[in-house]
């Protein structure tokens, strides 16, 4: 089992461990709903270095990733990240990345966890740009809130505010991207393994240590995906609801199912698997993530649903215990920052 350079400090901090895609991970600190709304309402410090970072560099490299990637990289300027898919032959989700574009001969491709593996193989084998898996040479620290930006420009300095809504900037070793994946502003900081704990000390002195429990409440919220859960090899980008980062890629035929939020009615709580069903309580979809969540304090989902049943008019339930419970469908994200 791998353990992150932060490992120790979780411990310190009495951090409830799992595994998670290899690694041990922290779940929770002090308890996930106090967790999520430090998030929603300050700050929130997260430690996401089982993420993994791969190079694809040289002469050849936007030509490489315009093949690689759903995204465009020549429509982004060097300094900007872009989010993209990667895709198989059957215009299956291979992993959803975000990409760091520094040069037109250099791009960071920052890949999900459990993919780190897979994604590597498959992007060396489909480019013939220099591509290496730099993974193991990083830690990376999400820090997300509304407070985010002021506690990391006190640290970092007043140039961290300079960057832009998925924008970049090499601040000394480090790598400081204005992305997240919790709905809220803040950062993502890439930072040597050597330099991890003291960025870490830092800034938790001054924000929530937040496990992987809170970070997929305040995903959910955010209306993103999970890989694994929503996305997968056997989803396509237009049936995900993401044919926006995806416009070049047409569906080979007629698309019957899309992923939609649900926004429970009564007390039930829709959770993965469970069954969604029109009022006669025939299956017309899946539930992929769904949970009661801290901040909207209703119990809200995504699903699968069959195309004739996405109009948000159409009756449909969730099949909890046996029990059809109401459910209202409602465009994604659920929860949207004041601007």
Known sequence: MKTTPLYHRHLELGAQMTE??????PVRYTGDKLEHMAVRQKAGIFDVSH???????????????????TQDPSRFAPGQAYYGLLLNSQGGII???????????????????????????WIKSHCDAEVEDASDSWCQ????????VGITAR???????????FGFAQIGDMIVA?????????????????????????????????????????????????????????????EAGLGWCAKNWKAPGEVHRRLVGLVMQ???????????????GQKIGQVTSGTKTPYLNQAIAMAYIDRPYC???????????????????????????PQ
């Open 20 to 25: 998670f895609a290899g690694y041990q991970m």
């Open 51 to 69: 993420m993994g970072e791969v190079w694809v560099t040289g002469p050849h490299a936007e030509q490489a990733m315009s093949q690689l990637n």
């Open 95 to 121: 992993d959803d990345v975000i990409s760091y574009k520094f040069s037109p001969e250099k791009f960071l491709i920052c890949v999900n966890a459990a993919n780190r593996e897979k994604d590597f193989n």
């Open 141 to 148: 620290i999400a820090i997300q809130g509304p407070e985010a």
């Open 155 to 165: 640290y970092l300095g007043d140039q961290v505010l300079a960057i832009k809504r």
């Open 178 to 238: 204005r992305t997240g994946y919790t709905g809220e502003d803040g950062f993502e900081i890439f930072v040597p393994n050597a330099q991890a704990v003291k960025l870490w000390d830092a800034l938790a002195s001054q924000a929530t240590p937040c496990g992987l429990a809170a970070r997929d409440t305040l995903r959910l919220e955010a209306g993103m995906c999970l890989y694994g859960h929503d996305i997968n090899d056997h989803t396509n980008p237009v």
């Open 266 to 280: 009564g007390q039930g709580i829709a959770r993965p698997d469970y069954e969604v069903c029109n009022q006669v």
């Open 311 to 337: 109009d948000g008019a159409s009756e449909v339930y969730v099949k909890i215990r046996g029990r059809l419970e109401p459910a209202k469908i409602t465009q994604l994200p659920f929860y949207r920052r």
